[in-house]
C-alpha cells in the first residue's frame, strides 16, 4: 500500500456526516503540534501530530493533501473586507542575476555557446516534474506546465502555448521575450532556433531533450551551418545554490486486484515484442565493442525511460513527482532478464521480493549511462523510442539502437476490465466528493457568505479526503471565476484569487489520484442569471461535448478525425478554443496518457480511456469547460456493416450538468434527451454515496430534475417530463 495516506476523525461541517478514515500511516500537521486553522472564517479539517521526514518525503506528488497544515477554507482574496486587487498575482521574480551568470556559464565552454536551452521536461520526458528539476521554472519565475527557455547572450525567450499566454505575461520580468506559439507568424523555439544567424552555438543538457527533439533541431541547425552542444554540467545546476535535494519516498506495490494484469505477464508481453521486431535495415553485423561479444543487427532488447510506464509495467508506484503516483528509474527489458536502475534506498524489502520473483535486477539509478555505454546486455541492439532522452541515443551510438515505436505505451493505453472497472468505481467517489462539494458551494453562495476561487479549490480538496482511496489530486485545481476563468489552464493562489460571484460563469476543472483509477472532471456552473452570451457560448460547448460523447465510429477512426465534431457548433460562429478536445488517462498513473487523445491520428480502440473536454474562453471576460471521462467500448449497431467493427464511448464521470445555462432553441430533440439521460443516470448513480447528506442529495435532485429559472435574458426554462 502507499506511504502517504492519513488518519484523522473528520467532519466537513455541521450539515455533513462525521466521517472516519482509517489509518494505513499518520501523516500530520506540516508546521505545527496542534491542529491548527488559517482563518476566522475558515471551515476545516484538522489534524494533529508532527509529520516526520520520511512522511514528508512520502507525501511526494500528493503535495496538496497537506497544503498549508489542515485544508482550511478561507474567504481569501478579502483583506478587510475588500478585495484584493489581481494584480496582486503580478509575483515577478527578478532574473538579472541568474540570466547574467548563465551567459557568464556560456561564454566559459570551451567553444562559447551562443544559445543555451532549457527545457521543462526533466530527464524521462516527466510532464510534472520534480522541485529539483524545475529548472526553468527557477531561472525564467515562470510557474506554467509547459514552456520552453532560450537564452541568448542579449535576451532571453519564454515559448509556450496558448494556455499560458496570461500567466507568462503576469510571471515573467523585463527581462524576457514570451513567444505565444500557436499565434500567427511565431515559430517554436526548434524552428526559430533553426533560422538563427550562421554558425551558432546551441547549447542543451543530452537528458533533458528527447532523441525526436535532438535529431529534429540537429537538422534544422544544419541549414546554417550551426551545431548543438552538450555542456558537461547543466548550467542552470550550476547557478542554481540552493537547489532542492531529490526527493526518496518509498516504492509501493500496485496490487494486481487493480492493475489486472501481473508484472511478470506485462515484462513477457514485452520480451515477445522485441523478438517479434525485425533486424536493423542498415546494418548486418557490428564490430565488436570492449567488454561485450559482438553486436549483430538482431534487436535483443529495450530501455523504458516514461516514468508511467516504468511504473505500468511493473506494477509499481512511487511518490516522486507532483500528482504523478511514480519514481524516478530507468528499466532495461532484454529477452533473458530485467534491470531496474533506481535509488535502492526506495526498495523495501517486500518490493524487492516481488523484483526478484519476477527475475528483475536491481541496479543503482546512477550506472544506466555507463551500462548502456559498455554494452552491458551482451549482443544485439536496443529497441528506443522517439521521446527516450537523447543522452541514452548518445550513450549506446547510433550502431547499437533501432528506433520504434513505444509498446509499453501502446499497451498501457488498453486498459484491462480491471482497470476498466477500477475508472468505474473511482469515478463514482469522484463525483459524490463533487456534488457534496457543489451542495456546499451553492449554500454559500445563496448565502451571500464570500468564497475564493483558491478557497472553493481547498474545500473540494477536502471533501475528496474523505473519500476511499483518495491519494492526491491528478493536476493543479484550476478554480476560476470572470477574468481568470478566461485563462484555460489558471490556477488560484491564496494572496490573488478573486471571489465567486453571480455575474459570470464558474469554472471548475478537478481531478482525483485513486488506486483504482485517476479522475479529471471539468463542470461550468452559474450562480447568477447568464446573460444571452454567456448562455449561447455554453450551449455550444455542450452541443460539441455531447456531439463526441455520443459518436459511433468505425474501426481505425482517430481521434483528430472526431476532434472537428466537438467544435462544429462553436465555429459557425467564428468561435473556437485553442486545446486539446481530450487527452488519454492512466490508471491511477498520469493524467495525461498517450497515444490516445483527440489530437492525433492514433486510432481509437476499445480500452483507450480519454477526456471529452471542449470549452470556450471570451478573453479577459469569463471560461467555460465541460469535461467527462470516456472509455472507448464495442457497440452494435443496425447494419454492422463490415462486421464487429463499430465503437462508441461509455461515460465515466458521475457529475450533473448545470442546465441554467442551456438555450433550449439551439439543442435537437436528440440533444435535449441526452442531457435529460445523463443527468438522471448520474443521480441513479450518487444517490445511494450520499444517503447520509441531505444537503448533498437536495442539491442533486434539484441540478439533475429543474426546469431552470423563469425565462430571463439569459435564462431559459428546460422541460424535463
Request: with cysteine.
Amino acid at each position: 500500500m502507499a506511504p502517504f495516506l492519513f488518519s484523522r476523525k473528520a467532519s466537513t461541517d455541521t450539515n455533513a456526516s462525521s466521517t472516519t478514515l482509517n489509518a494505513k500511516n499518520e501523516l500530520a500537521s506540516l508546521s505545527s503540534p496542534s491542529s491548527t486553522t488559517l482563518g476566522s472564517t475558515a471551515e476545516s479539517i484538522p489534524y494533529s501530530g508532527r509529520i516526520t521526514p520520511s512522511a514528508a518525503n512520502a507525501v511526494g506528488w500528493g503535495k496538496v493533501v497537506v497544503d498549508g497544515g489542515s485544508l482550511s477554507v478561507h474567504t481569501l482574496g478579502v483583506v478587510n473586507g475588500k478585495q484584493l486587487d489581481l494584480s496582486s498575482n503580478l509575483v515577478r521574480a527578478d532574473t538579472t542575476q541568474k540570466l547574467a551568470e548563465i551567459r557568464a556559464l556560456m561564454r566559459a565552454e570551451p567553444e562559447p555557446l551562443d544559445y543555451y536551452v532549457v527545457p521543462t521536461e526533466d530527464a524521462h520526458q516527466s510532464e510534472f516534474t520534480a522541485a529539483p528539476d524545475k529548472r526553468r521554472e527557477f531561472i525564467s519565475g515562470f510557474t506554467g506546465a509547459s514552456g520552453t527557455v532560450v537564452v541568448s547572450m542579449t535576451e532571453a525567450h519564454l515559448f509556450t502555448d496558448a494556455r499560458y499566454y496570461a500567466q507568462a505575461d503576469r510571471q515573467l520580468d523585463a527581462n524576457w521575450k514570451i513567444k505565444k506559439v500557436g499565434m500567427p507568424g511565431v515559430k517554436d523555439w526548434v524552428d526559430w532556433l533553426g533560422s538563427r544567424p550562421n554558425k551558432c552555438i546551441v547549447g542543451v543538457d543530452s537528458r533533458l531533450i528527447s532523441h525526436q527533439t535532438a535529431t529534429t533541431l540537429t537538422t534544422a541547425l544544419l541549414v546554417t551551418g550551426s551545431r548543438l552542444k552538450f555542456p558537461r554540467l547543466n548550467l542552470v545546476d550550476v547557478v542554481w545554490k540552493t537547489r532542492p535535494p531529490k526527493p526518496s519516498g518509498q516504492i509501493y506495490i500496485h496490487e494486481a486486484k487493480y492493475a489486472g494484469k501481473t508484472a511478470k505477464e506485462k515484462i513477457e508481453a514485452i520480451q515477445a515484442w522485441i523478438k517479434a521486431q525485425k533486424p536493423h535495415p542498415s546494418y548486418a553485423t557490428q564490430p565488436k565493442v570492449k567488454g561485450s561479444s559482438s553486436m549483430t543487427n538482431l534487436p535483443t532488447a529495450t530501455i523504458i525511460s516514461n516514468l508511467s510506464s516504468v511504473a505500468w509495467l511493473l506494477n509499481l508506484r512511487g511518490s516522486d513527482l507532483p500528482f504523478t503516483p511514480v519514481f524516478h528509474a530507468y528499466l532495461f527489458v532484454s529477452l533473458a532478464a530485467a534491470v531496474l536502475f533506481v535509488d535502492r534506498k526506495k526498495v523495501s524489502p517486500e518490493v524487492e521480493a516481488a523484483l526478484k520473483e519476477n527475475n528483475v535486477v536491481l541496479r543503482d539509478y546512477a550506472e544506466v549511462f555507463s551500462f548502456l555505454r559498455t554494452g552491458g546486455w551482451g549482443a544485439g541492439r536496443v529497441l528506443i523510442e522517439p521521446q527516450t532522452p537523447y543522452v541514452i541515443s548518445l550513450m549506446l551510438s547510433s550502431p547499437r539502437y533501432i528506433l520504434a515505436g513505444s509498446y509499453g505505451d501502446q499497451q498501457k493505453a488498453l486498459k484491462t476490465d480491471a482497470e476498466i472497472d477500477g475508472f468505474r468505481q473511482a469515478y463514482l467517489r469522484d463525483g459524490a466528493a463533487m456534488v457534496r462539494w457543489f451542495a456546499w458551494l451553492d449554500e454559500k453562495m445563496t448565502k451571500g457568505e464570500p468564497v475564493s476561487e483558491w478557497g472553493a479549490s481547498q474545500k473540494l480538496t477536502e471533501y475528496k479526503r474523505l473519500t476511499d482511496e483518495f491519494m492526491g489530486t491528478a493536476h493543479e485545481t484550476i478554480s476560476a471565476t470572470g477574468a481568470n476563468a478566461s485563462q484555460s489552464h489558471y490556477t488560484p493562489t491564496r494572496t490573488s484569487a478573486l471571489l465567486l460571484e453571480s455575474r459570470t460563469p464558474y469554472m471548475i476543472d478537478a481531478s482525483g489520484q485513486y488506486f483504482d483509477g485517476t479522475c479529471d472532471t471539468a463542470r461550468t456552473y452559474h450562480f447568477g442569471n447568464p446573460t444571452v452570451e454567456q448562455a449561447e457560448a455554453y450551449t455550444k460547448v455542450l452541443k460539441g461535448h455531447i456531439a463526441i460523447d455520443s459518436v459511433v465510429f468505425p474501426e481505425g477512426t482517430t481521434g483528430a478525425q472526431l476532434d472537428v465534431l466537438a467544435r462544429r457548433a462553436l465555429w459557425k460562429d467564428g468561435m473556437n478554443y485553442l486545446h486539446s478536445t481530450g487527452q488519454g488517462l492512466g490508471s491511477f498513473l498520469s493524467v495525461h496518457e498517450g497515444p490516445q487523445g483527440f489530437s492525433n491520428h492514433v486510432p481509437l480502440q476499445p480500452g483507450h480511456v480519454l477526456t471529452n473536454e471542449p470549452g470556450y474562453y471570451k478573453e479577459g471576460e469569463w471560461g467555460m469547460r465541460i469535461k467527462s471521462g470516456l472509455v472507448v467500448r464495442k457497440v452494435k449497431t443496425t447494419a454492422q456493416f463490415g462486421g464487429d467493427i463499430w465503437f462508441g464511448f461509455e461515460r465515466l464521470t458521475q457529475v450533473p450538468i448545470q442546465t441554467k445555462m442551456i438555450r433550449p432553441e439551439l439543442l435537437t430533440k436528440e440533444e435535449r434527451q441526452w442531457i435529460r439521460n445523463h443527468n438522471s443516470s448520474v443521480r441513479a448513480a450518487l444517490q445511494p454515496l450520499l444517503q447520509d447528506d441531505k444537503r448533498a442529495l437536495k442539491w442533486l435532485k434539484r441540478e439533475c430534475t429543474r426546469e431552470g429559472p423563469p425565462p430571463t435574458a439569459g435564462g431559459v426554462k428546460v422541460e424535463w417530463d
